[in-house]
């Protein structure tokens, strides 16, 4: 397969590089590309560049909803190449990395679309008074490795609508498809409104630190989100963070599983798990425990795991080294704690990071794999009695990203979601993401939200404008 253009983009240019590091396949283990290693001076040029462009950029909504309507025009023309490197850097499916570029082109369209009026909160003998939104100015976006482009998309719609400019900095694990979008959008978006920088983790940092971004939308993991927020503190950068989950799925006793098995499969399994709002434990009536052990253990037992260029396959490797010696870890812990997989518990006998996808019986709250994130294809089932106690048991953690609650009576289950310490709670679905909605966590989930006005809103800056009468 020909591979795209992985160079930097700053300026609306590819720019050389001197150093590079390499990009591993995880279905091989196998380095399979370069990716340039952005140094000092290049990062200043990049924040240089959306510092000029901005002045530009912010004056004309109309051009920017016309351009970002042709930047999701690209991106469906790149759709099959792009979808290529990203199952390549990350392993996941390819007809699923196509669902996720045209995931990532219908964020630009929603945005190129949203209007947001200004509000006229009073209007008498005395005042006119209108709240407006302005933008911000430079922005810097980091994104983590297990949806590069449909996250970046999420910043980079609302950013760039706003009236920012932006340095993007996709995860060192999968930087290729962020760096070849970047690519593809040099002749849509004027130059310097988006720069797109590679590098190891010590670049994150650098942007953070870095005077000129006035904004920091950041995704990835808790620890490093607690680094992003004392980084910004200092300047008073805005922050966006959008951290872990360990969110749980409380199946009520009235659930029917074989209608939502399928459903729990793909919302705790789909990219092998690994997905900040993905189910990471289950809390099952004590009533329907064993059916619902039975068929979830058929339906993972079935998951057909493998490289994802294959046909058929559903799940592809874990994506990187370390994240595959975690998992690892956690599983083995909690057998050797007196867990029992009813399926799974291993990894595969194989190149690359296969696991064995996994329902875990007997591992209980207070164990690290019921208790911490573990963002793999490894799935606890808990049984409980008492829907209060299973209320205080979601809630006693300092993850609050999503939950969901299942069962037929939907006011019931809507009631004992509404219980639930979270940004989103779902009711017989999990998951549920969509550019119109708010995406955010609370507690150490995450520091605001992103999606729809609210997403919008944070890439602004709130101005009242008052005229006395
Ligand atoms: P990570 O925190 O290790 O890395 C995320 C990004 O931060 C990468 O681009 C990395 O290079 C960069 N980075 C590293 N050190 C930095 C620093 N000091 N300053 C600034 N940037 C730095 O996370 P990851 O392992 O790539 O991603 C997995 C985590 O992301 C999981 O916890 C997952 O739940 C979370 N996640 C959250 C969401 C959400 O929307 N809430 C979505 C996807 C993933």
Redesign the pocket.
């Given at each position: 397969m020909e591979l795209p253009d992985f160079s930097m983009t700053i300026d609306g240019k590819s720019v050389a590089h001197i150093d590079d590091f390499d990009v591993i396949n995880p279905s091989t283990g196998e380095a399979f590309a370069q990716a340039p290693d952005c140094d000092a001076d290049q990062l200043d040029a990049a924040f240089d560049a959306a510092a000029r462009a901005y002045g530009d950029w912010r004056t004309d909504l109309a051009l920017r909803r016309e351009t970002l309507n042709a930047a999701a025009d690209a991106i469906v023309a790149n759709a099959e190449s792009l979808a290529q490197v990203l199952t390549l850097e990350q392993g996941r499916p390819v007809n699923q990395s196509v669902i996720e570029l045209h995931a990532s082109a219908a964020w630009f369209r929603y945005f190129a679309a949203l209007d947001l009026p200004a509000e006229v909160i009073q209007d008498d003998a005395t005042t006119y008074a209108e709240v407006t939104r302005k933008p911000i100015g430079v922005v810097a976006a980091?994104?983590?490795?297990?949806?590069p482009l449909l996250?970046a998309s999420w910043k980079l719609a609302p950013a760039l609508l706003a009236g920012n400019t932006v340095v993007l900095?996709?995860?060192?694990y999968t930087p290729l498809a962020t760096l070849a979008l970047g690519a593809a959008l040099r002749g849509v978006l004027p130059p310097g409104v988006l720069n797109v920088v590679s590098g190891r983790?010590p670049l994150?940092?650098s942007?953070?630190e870095h005077p000129v971004p006035r904004k920091i939308s950041?995704?990835?993991?808790?620890?490093?989100g607690k680094?992003?927020a004392a980084?910004a503190a200092g300047d008073l950068k805005r922050v966006t963070l959008?951290?872990?989950?360990n969110d749980p799925a409380i199946l009520l006793d009235d659930i029917d599983p074989a209608a939502i098995t399928e459903k729990l499969f793909q919302s705790a399994f789909g990219n092998n798990g690994q997905i900040?709002s993905a189910i990471k434990r289950v809390y099952v009536h004590e009533s329907r425990y064993d059916e619902v052990v039975e068929a979830l253990t058929e339906r993972v037992r079935a998951a057909v795991v493998g490289d994802g260029f294959l046909d058929g396959v559903e799940l592809g490797p874990i994506q990187n080294a370390p994240q595959y010696e975690r998992v690892s870890q956690l599983v083995a812990s909690a057998i050797s704690d007196g867990a029992t997989a009813t399926t799974g518990g291993r990894p595969m006998d194989r190149p690359g990071y296969f696991f064995e996808p996994t329902v875990l019986v007997g591992a209980a709250d207070g164990t690290a794999i019921v208790d911490e994130?573990q963002?793999g294809p490894a799935l606890p089932l808990i049984p409980f009695s008492r829907v209060e106690d299973v209320v205080a048991q979601a809630n006693a953690t300092n993850f609050g990203?999503g939950a969901s609650v299942w069962g037929a009576d939907t006011d019931r289950a809507t009631s004992v979601a509404t219980q639930l310490d979270s940004g989103s709670v779902w009711v017989n679905t999990h998951m549920a993401v969509a550019p119109n909605l708010p995406?955010g966590?609370a507690k150490w989930?995450?520091i605001g939200v992103e999606n729809g006005p609210w997403g919008y809103a944070a890439f602004t800056e709130l101005q009242l404008v008052l005229r006395a009468r």
């Open positions: 980091i994104t983590p490795w297990n949806f996250l900095k996709p995860s060192p983790d994150g940092a942007m953070t950041f995704t990835g993991s808790i620890a490093t680094r992003v980084a959008e951290l872990g989950g900040c994130e963002f990203l995406f966590g989930s995450g």
